[in-house]
């Protein structure tokens, strides 16, 4: 509080004492150049670079948003490395595992096959290790597909308003007046048959209207802020307000909740598995369809090809979940200091 | 207040015409329509265009879609595909079994979640609130199917508390007014069949109630957490009025409005998880309906009434709870 009172009574002297030494000046204009930069700043802080620094050194200090990563980062190496991690091929059969199949059994844990077998006699931990691939490119696959198709809608209907807003606006509170997993179903539905695309697209599908929603409401907030009308006042062209000012200020809610739709969308593609409109390529190892088809189906004999790759669906899940509620809060402006 | 109404039925029209336009278009422009669905791909084209014919799908789309609101709005859904009864028939003999189930779950949810939220606001930091944050965590984290199977293990197969599936017991002489079990015995004063319908009803209820009661949760702590610091929940300790008073009157009437809105967008989330959940169960509501006219042939018109039913009721319910806000709050009514 100090500061401005000698900053506003700064210019007095110096008109008092209009032959001061240059010396005197310098310091005087140094002080002014150094207290604007400072304005400059921090009239930049919300929504410039230091609001992530700080929502990051946030994020650094939460240890939910630690675990949440870890867990990330350790399911994404796993995803890269499968190849080395997997004992086997996940593809292929064993004969000392087919040996044992029969109706009411399939092999446990055994040499060379930590985790036993899974319903056709291949090596259940290699398709673990190897699920984790696929289950990362639906995951991401959906999430960004849906990300994108909604962003685009989404900032247009809030850059350009109007009644092209009212359109698109309309059609979002159609496809949410759906419930998530009915809207995906109907989608699938449409297809001839199932594939894995069918699931990505149905999974990304579900979640463009949540994107766009997001990002509209704070295309609009943006639309009034400070910041947006001194571009304007500038000449800057419409364009590149909404592509240089409006909308990079605007994606920090929608990537907080593109990072909660990865779990929704795992789980989401495990649930269409399970009512049987998941991929259909038994080679492909992916959780979802491990669970959801032969997990539950086979649950009376043999229950652990449920329960593993659900505990992986489950802790990806929660590592999701944990780093964008973290995200969440870190960036939420009541919890800055 | 009426205005309100008004416009929001208004808009529930407009939702609802839209959907239908858009489901009727979709599904029956798409491959894999009714008529292959029908008769398999070896027909012969003959066969192919008489049926084609007999379902009036050689007509202009709009003239279709003008015949199809014609006889919506006359109540009157067409024939289901596979079996040919009427689809008003069949969703109504469904309907009551999933509104059984998800008004069940979310007693469940409510009334477990909004406790268990309110004390772990109140003891923030304390065990019971580490809890119910790694429980609600973990709630929206587990496939609802899965825990409906590992539920179903432990409690049907391990310990025998519950039947594993059905609505009823097989055998037992129930009568069937409304087609809610559980009100109809009481009706008829068969307690035994109360008993039996509630038996069966815990296990799925719960499963169905993971993902709400996880939610209501969190809405319930969060929100009682900002309340607490509230200006006026100060005044009313400082004033020195009772503390069951300032709990009730002050802290969870106003830290239940958000909850009250989160209940209702819940019920989406109920009628997904029933689809999943009837299928772990075996219930014989509109969730088997969906999958048994998804998988194998597509029952078109089946689909067609129960995407706009669900829609329906989940608009309504939204309304519904909009429109109770102002009995609840009235700096709603004011404005």
């Given at each position: 509080m100090t500061e401005p009172t000698t900053q506003a009574g700064a210019p007095a002297p110096r008109s008092s004492k209009e032959q001061a030494s240059d010396a005197g000046r310098n310091r005087l204009s140094d002080r002014k150049k150094a207290r604007l930069d400072e304005?400059?700043?921090?009239?930049?802080?919300?929504?410039?670079?230091?609001?992530?620094?700080?929502?990051?050194?946030?994020?650094?200090r939460n240890p939910a948003a630690i675990v949440g990563a870890i867990i990330i980062a350790l399911f994404v190496l796993v995803a890269i490395f499968a190849p080395l991690i997997a004992p086997h091929d996940p593809v292929q059969r064993f004969d000392a595992l087919t040996d044992q199949l029969t109706p009411n059994n399939i092999a446990g844990p055994m040499d060379g096959f930590p985790l036993g077998s899974d319903e056709l006699g291949r090596d259940l931990l290699s398709r673990l290790v190897y699920g984790s691939r696929q289950t990362l490119f639906v995951g991401v696959l959906a999430t960004l597909i849906g990300l994108t198709i909604g962003v685009v809608l989404g900032a247009i209907a809030g850059a350009v308003g109007g009644w092209l807003d009212n359109i698109l606006m309309r059609i979002t509170d159609v496809m949410l007046a759906l419930p998530a997993l009915l809207l995906a179903i109907t989608l699938v539905a449409l297809a001839s048959k199932s594939s894995q695309w069918t699931v990505i697209m149905a999974v990304a599908i579900v979640n463009v209207p949540i994107f766009a929603r997001l990002l509209r409401g704070s295309m609009l907030a943006q639309r009034e802020s400070d910041h947006v009308l001194a571009a304007r006042a500038l000449g800057v062209k419409q364009r590149s307000i909404v592509l240089r000012h409006m909308l990079p200020n605007a994606m920090t809610a929608v990537i907080v909740q593109a990072t909660l739709t990865l779990s929704v969308a795992i789980i989401e593609a495990a649930s269409l598995s399970f009512l049987g409109l998941g991929d259909p390529d038994r080679d492909r190892a992916e959780w979802g369809a491990m669970l959801g088809d032969a997990g539950v189906r086979y649950f009376?004999?043999?229950?652990?090809?449920?329960?593993?790759?659900?505990?992986?669906?489950?802790?990806?899940?929660?590592?999701?979940?944990?780093?964008?509620?973290?995200?969440?809060?870190?960036?939420?402006?009541k919890n800055r200091r | 207040m009426?205005?309100?109404?008004?416009?929001?039925?208004?808009?529930?029209?407009?939702?609802?015409?839209?959907?239908?336009?858009?489901?009727?278009?979709?599904?029956?422009?798409?491959?894999?329509?009714?008529?292959?669905?029908?008769?398999?791909?070896?027909?012969?084209?003959?066969?192919?265009?008489?049926?084609?014919?007999?379902l009036g799908y050689d007509q202009p789309i709009l003239v279709q879609y003008g015949k199809f609101m014609q006889r919506i709005?006359?109540?009157?859904?067409?024939?289901?595909?596979?079996?040919?009864?009427?689809?008003?028939?069949?969703?109504?003999?469904?309907?009551?079994?999933?509104?059984?189930?998800?008004?069940?779950?979310?007693?469940?949810?409510v009334g477990l979640g909004v406790p268990l939220g309110y004390l772990?606001?109140?003891?923030?930091?304390?065990?019971?609130?580490?809890?119910?944050?790694?429980?609600?965590?973990?709630?929206?984290?587990?496939?609802?199917?899965?825990?409906?199977?590992?539920?179903?293990?432990?409690?049907?197969?391990?310990?025998?508390?519950?039947?594993?599936?059905?609505?009823?017991?097989?055998?037992?002489?129930?009568?069937?007014?409304t087609g809610f079990f559980v009100l109809d015995s009481l009706l008829t004063r068969e307690f035994d069949a109360t008993a039996d319908a509630l038996w069966h009803l815990i296990l799925p209820a719960f499963t169905l109630a993971t993902i709400p009661l996880a939610v209501i949760v969190r809405m319930t702590r969060a929100s009682v957490l900002d309340v607490l610091n509230e200006d006026y929940v100060r005044t009313a300790e400082a004033k020195g009025l009772r503390q069951r008073t300032v709990r009730g009157r002050?802290?969870?009437?106003?830290?239940?409005?958000?909850?009250?809105?989160?209940?209702?967008l819940q019920t989406g989330a109920l009628l997904s998880g029933a689809v999943l959940t009837e299928k772990v169960y075996n219930w014989g509501g509109l969730?088997?309906?969906?999958?048994?006219?998804?998988?194998?042939?597509?029952?078109?018109?089946?689909?067609?009434?129960?995407?706009?039913?669900?829609?329906?009721?989940?608009?309504v319910v939204n309304l519904v709870v909009d429109l109770s806000y102002a009995f609840i709050d009235p700096r709603v009514r004011v404005r």
């Open positions: 304005l400059a700043q921090s009239t930049a802080a919300p929504g410039g670079v230091s609001l992530f620094r700080d929502a990051f050194r946030r994020l650094r009376e004999v043999r229950p652990e090809l449920a329960y593993y790759p659900a505990l992986a669906i489950i802790v990806v899940a929660l590592g999701f979940t944990l780093f964008g509620e973290a995200m969440r809060e870190a960036i939420d402006p | 009426l205005r309100v109404i008004v416009r929001r039925l208004l808009q529930l029209v407009v939702t609802l015409i839209a959907l239908s336009a858009l489901i009727f278009v979709w599904l029956r422009n798409l491959p894999g329509g009714p008529v292959d669905a029908l008769l398999g791909e070896r027909a012969t084209p003959e066969t192919r265009a008489l049926l084609t014919k007999a709005l006359t109540g009157d859904f067409g024939n289901s595909i596979r079996t040919g009864d009427p689809v008003t028939e069949v969703i109504s003999r469904a309907f009551p079994a999933t509104v059984e189930l998800a008004l069940t779950a979310m007693l469940i949810a772990a606001a109140r003891w923030r930091g304390r065990l019971l609130d580490h809890l119910t944050v790694v429980g609600t965590l973990l709630g929206v984290s587990i496939p609802i199917f899965f825990l409906g199977y590992l539920l179903k293990d432990v409690f049907t197969q391990n310990i025998h508390w519950f039947p594993p599936s059905g609505r009823v017991s097989i055998g037992l002489d129930n009568t069937n007014i002050h802290i969870l009437r106003n830290a239940l409005l958000p909850v009250v809105t989160t209940i209702g969730g088997t309906l969906i999958t048994d006219s998804i998988t194998g042939s597509r029952d078109y018109p089946i689909l067609q009434a129960l995407i706009l039913l669900s829609a329906l009721v989940f608009v």
